[in-house]
């Protein structure tokens, strides 16, 4: 006995995923709209031409209007927390320093200094940095 039919979606379903997308609903919500299950929607993502896409350019573009909002109150208003979201969000950015320390063994005071020397952005071993090895206590 043969499965169901496959129901493929039609121009105005594709158009109405990419709306939806592009309002952030879930994959979920979408197919409940079509009247599909959110199966069937990512089996049509998957082996229906233009369904990927459709979701593909939703998403992005509330990504875009979010960056553009964002870029309008950093930029042109000067709000300094949607400057910091874009910048760890967008241009990778971080708060934070890390060090590594290529040597083996246990954690001396030496290393220590040598990983302090690198987050200050000087030369470990040049003894005007300040960094000096202090003697043994």
């Known amino acids: 006995m043969p499965g169901p039919k496959t129901r493929y979606l039609d121009e105005k379903e594709i158009d109405q995923l990419e709306t939806m997308a592009g309002y952030r609903m879930s994959q979920e919500q ?3 709209v079509i ?3 959110r199966r069937s929607l990512i089996n049509r993502m998957e082996d229906q031409p233009g369904v990927r896409e459709a979701w593909d350019r939703g998403q992005s573009i509330v990504e875009e209007k ?24 967008f241009a990778n950015m971080t708060d934070g320093h890390s060090v590594t320390i290529e040597e083996k063994g246990p954690t001396s005071r030496e290393n220590l200094r040598k990983a302090m020397a690198q987050l200050m952005g000087q030369d470990p071993n040049d003894p005007a940095s300040g960094l000096e090895p202090e003697g043994d206590d």
């Open 30 to 32: 979408i197919a409940s």
């Open 35 to 37: 009247g599909i299950s």
């Open 66 to 89: 979010i960056k553009t909002a964002l870029m309008r109150e950093g930029v042109e208003k000067g709000d300094v927390k949607a400057l910091v979201f874009l910048a760890k969000n």
